[in-house]
T-cell receptor
Framework: AQSVAQPEDQVNVAEGNPLTVKCTYS??????LFWYVQYPNRGLQFLLK??????LVKGSYGFEAEFNKSQTSFHLKKPSALVSDSALYFC????????????FGAGTRLFVKA | EAGVAQSPRYKIIEKRQSVAFWCNPI?????LYWYQQILGQGPKLLIQ????????DSQLPKDRFSAERLKGVDSTLKIQPAKLEDSAVYLC????????????FGPGTRLTVT
């Protein structure tokens, strides 16, 4: 069965510093991996996806994520955090072949301090 | 382009009452999803429609939850009777046919069952 783990409930980082939000996954086939962000009182917004190809994928708002097959990880990164990046971030996985269901992690709250 | 619309935004009911939520997906999006997001957890897929057919409803509590998408556009999700544990945000999402990895979410309906 597919699953997603986000080991940190909260990540704190100072503005201007690099940030990393961790995600590990488990699927039986090739994974499709995603990151979504949720701002207060707003719906989830799609940030980026990995389907195939280059292990480093770039997304919205300067975010990127690195797919690591051997470590079954898909960590979200940004070189320089902004206060406005403070939000709830969800990692999600979908089995690449024949899988219909997207499984979301529990979420990691990112707090960027000015 | 208009986003996914949901109504109502908030609903408070007593246990054993019934409630219905409405979703209007992005125009042209054949796939529609209903998710349940309990506080502190990631979204959990309840049901997925492809046009007006059900693709996956394995996690829908069918003794009390029902959903329909009669004309392949709008959808309603109903709970009858509600339980305290149904308190959650109910998210509707849609995606283009063949692009299930880019789901667009509505703002959600926050349900409180007292």
């Amino acid at each position: 069965a597919q699953s997603v783990a986000q080991p940190e409930d909260q990540v704190n980082v100072a503005e201007g510093n690099p940030l990393t939000v961790k995600c590990t996954y488990s699927v039986s086939g090739n994974p499709y991996l995603f990151w979504y962000v949720q701002y207060p009182n707003r719906g989830l917004q799609f940030l980026l996806k990995y389907i195939t190809g280059d292990n480093l994928v770039k997304g919205s708002y300067g975010f990127e994520a690195e797919f690591n097959k051997s470590q079954t990880s898909f960590h979200l990164k940004k070189p320089s955090a902004l206060v406005s990046d403070s939000a709830l971030y969800f990692c999600a996985v979908r089995e690449g072949t024949g899988g219909f269901k997207t499984i979301f992690g529990a979420g990691t709250r990112l707090f960027v301090k000015a | 382009e208009a986003g996914v619309a949901q109504s109502p935004r908030y609903k408070i009911i007593e246990k054993r009452q019934s409630v219905a939520f409405w979703c209007n997906p992005i125009s042209g999006h054949a796939t529609l999803y209903w998710y349940q997001q309990i506080l502190g957890q990631g979204p959990k897929l309840l049901i997925q429609f492809q046009n007006n057919g059900v693709v996956d409803d394995s996690q829908l509590p069918k003794d009390r939850f029902s959903a329909e998408r009669l004309k392949g556009v709008d959808s309603t999700l109903k709970i009858q009777p509600a339980k305290l544990e149904d308190s959650a945000v109910y998210l509707c999402a849609s995606s283009l046919n063949g692009r299930p990895y880019e789901q667009y979410f509505g703002p959600g309906t926050r349900l409180t069952v007292t």
